[in-house]
């Protein structure tokens, strides 16, 4: 049999430069997943989505990441 894949609803995740950490000297970081993103959204509209909500934010924006939720079956 074929296995069939079937997209379904993507998340948006975009990570945050929160400054660097006294005590480690590593860069903390901070994330937002927000959910429901139309699985056929290009990939420079949900960047465009990304860095929208990334201007309404204090810290610096890192990254901005797709998250695929497909279902595989017989």
């Known amino acids: 049999m074929a296995v069939v894949a079937t997209k379904n609803l993507s998340g948006l995740k975009i990570r945050f430069d929160c400054g660097m950490d006294d005590?480690?000297?590593k860069t903390k970081v901070k994330s937002k997943t927000y959910s429901n993103v139309d699985p056929e959204a290009t990939d420079d509209d949900v960047y465009a989505v990304g860095?929208?909500?990334?201007?309404?934010q204090n810290n610096t924006?890192?990254?901005?990441?797709?998250?695929d939720n497909t279902t595989l079956s017989e």
């Open 51 to 56: 860095s929208v909500i990334a201007s309404l």
């Open 61 to 67: 924006l890192l990254e901005v990441a797709i998250i």
């Open 23 to 25: 005590v480690t000297g």
